[in-house]
Every structure is written in C-alpha cells, then in structure tokens.
C-alpha cells in the first residue's frame, strides 16, 4: 500500500482482478497512493459515504481530491493522462492508442463474461462443489477468446505498437486467471504464452496480479 500520504486513493480488495490491473498500472507509472480495502469480506462497498462515490457498489473506486472515478480501465485512463506524460502506457499516435482502446473495450464486455464462471467456479468454489463439466465447457468457451489473444500475438511482443500499454495490463490480468486455473483441459497458445512470460516478469505484476489466486 504505497505512500499513505498520496491523495489518491484506491478503493478495493487486492485480490480482485480489476483492483490488481490499477494497481499493476500505479507500479508502471510510479504512482503514490493509498489503498483502502472494500469489496466481499471486507464490506464498505454497500455503506452510503461508498455509494456516494461509486452507485454500482463494485470495486475499485478512485478517490483523487474531490473527483470519484469507478470502472477499471477507466480508471487506469485517466492515472495514465494525469501520471504518465510521455508513457507509453497510453500511447498518443492515434491508430496505436485506438487499437490499445479496442483491447481495454473487449475485455469488459467479451473476456471478462467469459473468464467469470471459470474463474468463480474453480477457485472460488469449494473443490467438493466443483461442477467441472461444467467447467470445462467454461473453459472451452474461453479458449475461443484466448485463441484471437493468440492470433493478435503472433510477431508481436505486444498487444500494439512496440511497448507495453494499458491493453496488456487489462489483457494480462485476465491471463493470470486463465493460465493459472486447472483441471480442466486447454489449448496450447504459443504466442499468448511468449507475451505472458515477457509481461509477468514485470515488477508491477509480480507484487499484485502473480500472488495465488482467492
């Protein structure tokens, strides 16, 4: 929980996935900020002075000043657009930012419905309670999304342009979660699995997006 005496503030559990993708974006950019924990068996994200800030009830939630942001990847937008003058992160030639926006759009709203129940089903569902032909049916529905990471990958070393961008930090957490679920059978990526290695290597992932899984 870096420096207490930013005034920005991150709202959230550090095992949630969309949590640790703002987190990972802060270490990039070398951002202070204090982490306040909310979200499943921390509570808070129901209180009213929560809901003022963020009606959703979801975790994170960005406290700068006086300014409330929620949603993830916006979040990470505009850390970059206030921290990160001249990185990378959020690159500013116009087709390179807008297939790096693209990515940050399909995880929302085409990888993250499908990596859920997996996710739920296999790490936080009590072995005993595992329906896991259910899960593999899960997984084989990821796969077909992991399959256009895969493709997107080949001769690259990353999701666009020549750096690590927002996109593979969005794009990257969700990784971890499918890579690192087992019991159920997936396919080989190659390509998806030289990026991962390249990217978890990284600092920013190592301390909050490579601790297990809960």
């Not at 979200?39 to 929560?50: K, L, S, T, W």
């Not at 916006?74 to 930012?97: C, E, K, N, Q, V």
């Not at 005993?128 to 529905?141: G, I, L, N």
């Amino acid at each position: 929980m870096p420096s207490a005496h930013s005034s920005l503030q991150i709202w959230g559990r550090a095992n949630s996935v969309n949590v640790q993708k703002v987190l990972w974006c802060c270490r990039e950019l070398g951002v202070a900020y204090e982490r306040i924990d909310a979200g499943m068996q921390y509570g808070r994200n129901g209180d009213a002075d929560y809901l003022a800030m963020n009606p959703n009830g979801r975790v994170p939630t960005l406290l700068d000043g006086d300014f409330a942001l929620w949603e993830s990847n916006a979040i990470m937008r505009y850390i970059a657009l206030t921290h990160g003058h001249d990185s990378t992160l959020y690159p500013a030639d116009p087709r390179i930012r807008a297939g790096m926006e693209r990515w940050l759009d399909w995880t929302l709203s085409t990888l993250q419905p499908v990596e859920r129940p997996l996710f739920w089903g296999l790490v936080r569902t009590p072995p005993a309670e595992r329906d896991m032909t259910a899960m593999q049916q899960a997984a084989d529905t990821a796969a077909v999304q992991w399959r256009i990471i895969d493709r997107q990958l080949q001769g690259r070393d990353y999701l666009e342009g020549q750096h690590l961008s927002l996109a593979d930090i969005a794009v990257g957490a969700y990784a971890r979660r499918w890579l690192g679920v087992e019991g159920v059978s997936k396919p080989k990526l190659p390509h998806l699995q030289r990026w991962f290695e390249r990217i978890s290597a990284r600092p920013g992932f190592q301390e909050f997006v490579a601790p297990p899984m809960s």
